[in-house]
């Protein structure tokens, strides 16, 4: 069992920067591929990054690519989400995810095993 508990969000310029971090209980944490995924007021819930058990591996979803980046601290359990050069369409609520799945089906919501509760992210223009 591993729990997963979102921090960091808030309220932010447009062009500006949030660091979210997301800490797991348990001891196997460093086994689990970890991944951010987000959801919009009436949007589906999309992904957004994932990396590998090591942190040798990442991936972004198209729209992030170059502004976020995934990062992992398999001594301190947790995984972060640097995020700069925010705009509107990013304001979401910001899930992590711990998954055991191969890592081709990073992308899907249903491969992950545990979700945090999530934290809001709201990008003001």
């Known amino acids: 069992q591993v729990q997963l508990v979102e921090s960091g969000g808030g309220l932010v310029q447009a062009g500006g920067s949030l660091r979210l971090s997301c800490a797991a209980s348990?001891?196997?944490?460093?086994?689990?591929?970890m991944g951010w995924f987000r959801q919009a007021p009436g949007k589906e819930r999309e992904f957004v990054a994932a990396?590998?058990?090591?942190?040798?591996?990442?991936a972004y979803v198209d729209s992030v690519q170059g502004r976020f980046t995934i990062s992992r601290d398999n001594a301190r359990n947790k995984v972060y989400l640097q995020m700069n050069s925010l705009n509107s369409e990013d304001t979401a609520v910001y899930s992590c995810?711990?998954?055991?799945?191969?890592?081709?089906?990073?992308?899907?919501?249903?491969?992950?095993?545990?979700w945090g509760q999530g934290t809001q992210v709201t990008v003001s223009s």
């Open positions: 995810a711990a998954g055991s799945m191969n890592w081709r089906t990073k992308r899907m919501i249903d491969s992950y095993d545990y």
């Open positions: 348990g001891r196997t944490f460093s086994t689990y591929i």
């Open positions: 990396i590998s058990t090591s942190g040798s591996n990442t």
